[in-house]
């Protein structure tokens, strides 16, 4: 019913940078959450940044003050800008939205194709 669509990832060398796109389409007038998660070979998927409709953004103590998170709810378009890229970053990025349920605590999750990005020199 909502769909995610990635663009943006890419080959960069240490310290270069790369901007991630999703665009959401379908029923997303529920959605309350957008954000980035992460997986490299081997770990855990990881949340690297979420941002709401009012514009309050959280991140991931390993990206913070390298990458920023942004939207236009207009378009419904969330966006990742990543600086100072290091080798540690090196994953596939998936695009989030979630959909709150009753209890609060619980959501359903919407995920994108996932965005390669390699972070080598």
């Known amino acids: 019913q909502v769909q995610l669509v990635e663009s943006g990832g890419g080959l960069v060398q240490p310290g270069g940078s790369l901007r991630l796109s999703c665009a959401a389409s379908?029923?997303?007038?529920?959605?309350?959450?957008m954000g980035w998660y992460r997986q490299a070979p081997g770990k855990q998927r990881e949340l690297v940044a979420g941002i709401n409709r009012g514009g309050s953004t959280n991140y991931a103590d390993s990206v913070k003050g390298r990458f920023t998170i942004s939207r236009d709810n207009a378009k419904n378009t969330v966006y990742l800008q990543m600086n100072s890229l290091k080798p540690q970053d090196t994953a596939v990025y998936y695009c989030?939205?979630?959909?709150?349920?009753?209890?609060?605590?619980?959501?359903?999750?919407?995920w994108g194709q996932g965005t390669q990005v390699t972070v080598s020199s």
């Open positions: 989030n939205a979630k959909r709150p349920l009753i209890p609060t605590y619980s959501a359903y999750d919407y």
């Open positions: 379908g029923s997303i007038d529920s959605i309350n959450v």
